[in-house]
Structure formats: C-alpha cells, structure tokens
C-alpha cells in the first residue's frame, strides 16, 4: 500500500509539472518566434534559446517518464488484486415472528384448533472465511424455537417457512465449502445441513428465502427439491452464458459406519437452468430418491403413499419460469410430478403425485428493496396410486398466499405476511384453515 501511495503521487507531481511546462512553453517561444534575428545579436537570447530547448528536451522526457508510471501502475494495481490475506467474516441473522393460526378443527379429526399466537426466534451466527478469496467456508450456528403448526393444525401444509424448534439450543446447523474448478465450474460440500435445493440456481429468489422470501414453505421452492438433508457434494458447470447444469447428491447416513453415504435415505438433483433473455428463465429439474418423500409441504399420504411401506423409490421431474413484465412485476409459476414405487410391497405399487403453483412479486413497492409477493397453488397430492383408492387424495386444497417485505434499513426487514389452505389434506371435510404472521429479520 505504501508503495502504491507512493507512486500515485508521484504520478500527481509529474502531471502537474508536465501540465505547467506545456501551458508557458508556448508563452516563452511565441515572442522569439517573432523576432528570429534577435538570437544572432544578443548572448543573452542565445542563452535563453538554449534554455528554451532544454525545457523542450524535459517536457518529452516527462512525457515518457508518464508513460512508464502508468504502466508501472497497472503492474501494480494487478499485483495487489492477486494478493490476498485468509480471513474471517462474521454473519449473523436474527428473526422473531409473531404467528397466530385459526379454523374450525383439525384436519381429518373432530378436534378443534387451539387458535393462538405464538412468538418466536431463531438465531444464525455464520463464520464466512476464505484462504485464496476465491472460495468459502461457512459454519453455521443455530439456535431456534418456531413450532411447526402442522402439530397444531393437523397438516404440514401450514408449516412456516422458517420453521424448526430446538428449544433455542446453539448447534452446528450447517457446514459448506465451494470453491471453483475454472472460470466456469463451482464444487460445492456439505458437511452439514444440505439439502438438493442448495446444490441448484433458484428461478424465484425473491421467495426462495426462509429470512426474506415467503412465509410458508410451500411457497418457498417446488416442493419436489426438498426430498432429502445432510451430507452432500454438488457440481455447478456455466454450459455457456445462458446455460448452467447442476448435479447434486445428499445422504442422511453418511456417518454411519454401517450404512455409509449410498445407504437410504438419500437423494439426487440434476437441474438445467436457462436464461434466454434478460426477462426470461426456465428450469428443468429430475431427481431420484430413496425413503425420501417427506418434504413438508404436501398431504400425509405423499409423505408415504404406501402405508408404512420401507423402500420407496420416487423419480420427480419439475419445471419452473420466471418472467419480468416490467422492472416491477415478474411472474413465475412451477409444476412438480413425484413417481413413487415400493419396492417392497408385493407386486411393486406405484403412486403418482401432483404440485403446481403461480407465484406474482411486485418489487420496490413502498420504497426501493422491498417487495409484494403472492402465490396461489395446490400443494403436493396423490392423484393416482395403483395400491388401493383408498390411498389417493380424493379432493383438493388450494394454497393462497400473500406477503409483503418491508426493507426498512440496510439490517432491518419486516414481513407481515397470510395464507389460507382451503380444504386441507385434500378433503372437503375439512374447513379452512388460516395462517398468519409477522416476521422482523435483523442481517448484521
């Protein structure tokens, strides 16, 4: 830093006196230039020519001289970008929310709803560092106490967003490394804490996250990419610069001896990503798992559509848009489709599952950073099981959202937020049932 200082200002220096000799040469030269025979009659002219040349002489050297600073600068400048010092960053994220839920009763039971309002946290303290400035190693620290209201409700379809209880005790909830392989590829680990949707791009990013994206998890992501966490490796290739290719592998048993990390339960993601206009971009996505149905979002039968069954093999395959109207409004909507067989249940039954979802984001509404967000969909459901009628969703729920996310400071957010599931379960039997929330999410 010093010696760029250094040669900054000596760059300043030589400007300066280049600028000066360039603006009095002129000066001194016209009055001579109008009386040439004075130079052959006075020693003193003679004298004052030859200091006119050397003057000449030493505005042409610095001249050079300014072109060798320059590029000594560039040199310079190069070498302190390449030169790096490892680090630790500090990140911390701190939510409280106020949620209170309400209906007729629980879904698929004679009990009612115990309609409440519930204040809760959760706290992440993250240590970002990097070693050659082009990588990252995160460890993650977690303590939480939001309840998941399907306890409450009878129905994972009203889970939060940003839901888990741990009784507010510090863990390591997540440990990633990524770093690049190229100018185009990234490798990312998971020691900790994966899960498929981590290893892929997001089409919808203003609802993608638990902090400042939708408050339910239906309305984060397609539910079909939240089959499977733990321990995971990913592969991010930019095809070109409209194209990315994704890969992902997560296993829940990766640190069991006696399983190891191709034991059930685990997942796989394969995700193309396209941008073919600056307003525009698609995703096609295709996963497999093994035992891992149970994203949160959908009925109970989706979780296992086979009554108990030990060895559920599910192939998904999703599609998701995203389109920009104007610099204000972008519509995005997804589908989802989960095939699942059981592989050990006589004759192998299979089930089809079913999610779709229009989502609608009105940006920098109120002040610039904040945003408006809706989302209308049917969470997962069981459209087709070739085990028994019985175990097909024989209605529909719908899923209405909306929220608003208030950027009041650069740390500060608020997001009031509503969502309604209408005949929850899949079942016309069941009334409504309502959800809302406030959540404040401070970002240090």
Avoid at 146 to 162: I, K
Avoid at 237 to 260: D, F, Q, T, V
Avoid at 300 to 313: G, K, M, N, Q, R
Avoid at 410 to 433: C, K, M, Q, W, Y
Wanted: charge should be negative.
């Amino acid at each position: 830093m010093l010696a760029s200082t250094y040669w900054r200002q000596f760059r300043l220096i030589s400007l300066i006196i280049s600028c000066t000799l360039s603006s009095i040469t002129p000066a001194i030269a016209t009055p001579i230039a109008d009386k040439p025979n004075n130079f052959s009659e006075s020693n003193a002219d003679n004298h004052a020519l030859s200091k006119i040349t050397s003057v000449s002489e030493l505005s042409a050297e610095l001249k050079t001289l300014e072109k060798r600073v320059t590029l000594l600068e560039t040199n310079l400048a190069a070498l302190e970008t390449q030169q790096f010092s490892p680090h630790v960053e500090l990140e911390a994220e701190a939510i409280f929310a106020v949620t209170g839920f309400a209906g007729e009763k629980r879904a698929n039971s004679s009990k009612p709803i115990n309609e409440n309002l519930v204040l809760s946290d959760r706290v992440r303290l993250s240590f970002v560092s990097s070693f050659t400035g082009k990588e990252k190693l995160e460890v993650r620290l977690q303590a939480r106490n939001t309840p998941a209201l399907e306890d409450v409700t009878g129905t994972q379809m009203t889970n939060l967003g940003f839901d888990g209880d741990d009784e507010n005790e510090v863990e390591v909830d997540e440990l990633e490394y990524r770093f690049p392989l190229g100018k185009r590829t990234r490798m990312t680990f998971y020691g900790l804490g994966g899960g498929l949707g981590d290893f892929v791009p997001s089409v919808n990013p203003l609802f993608s996250g638990s902090g400042d994206g939708s408050i339910s998890t239906f309305g984060r992501e397609n539910p079909i990419r939240r089959q499977g966490s733990g321990v995971g490796i990913g592969i991010s290739h930019n095809l070109n610069k409209a194209l990315n290719l994704s890969l992902g592998y997560i296993s829940s048993n990766a640190a069991n001896s006696e399983k190891g990390i191709f034991a059930s339960p685990y997942g796989a993601i394969a995700q193309l990503t396209l941008e073919p206009t600056k307003t525009t971009e698609l995703s096609l996505t295709y996963i497999h798992s093994h035992n891992n149905l149970k994203t949160g979002t959908g009925s109970e039968l989706t979780s296992d559509p086979f009554d108990e069954a030990d060895a559920i093999v599910a192939n998904s395959f999703g599609a998701e848009a995203a389109w920009q109207l104007s610099p204000v409004i972008t519509l995005g909507g997804r589908v989802g489709f989960i095939h699942a067989k059981a592989e050990d249940l006589p004759a192998n039954p299979n089930a089809s599952i079913f999610t779709w979802a229009v989502l609608l984001a009105l940006k920098d509404i109120g002040q610039e950073g904040s945003f408006a967000g809706f989302a209308v969909g049917q969470p997962l459901k069981v459209t087709h099981n070739s085990f028994g009628d019985g175990f097909k969703d024989k209605d529909t729920s719908l899923h209405l959202e909306a929220f608003y996310h208030f950027q009041v400071t650069d740390n500060l957010a608020i997001t009031p937020g509503f969502f309604v599931i209408t005949s929850p379960e899949h079942n016309d039997s069941n009334g409504s049932i309502y959800v809302g929330t406030v959540r404040t999410t401070f970002s240090f």
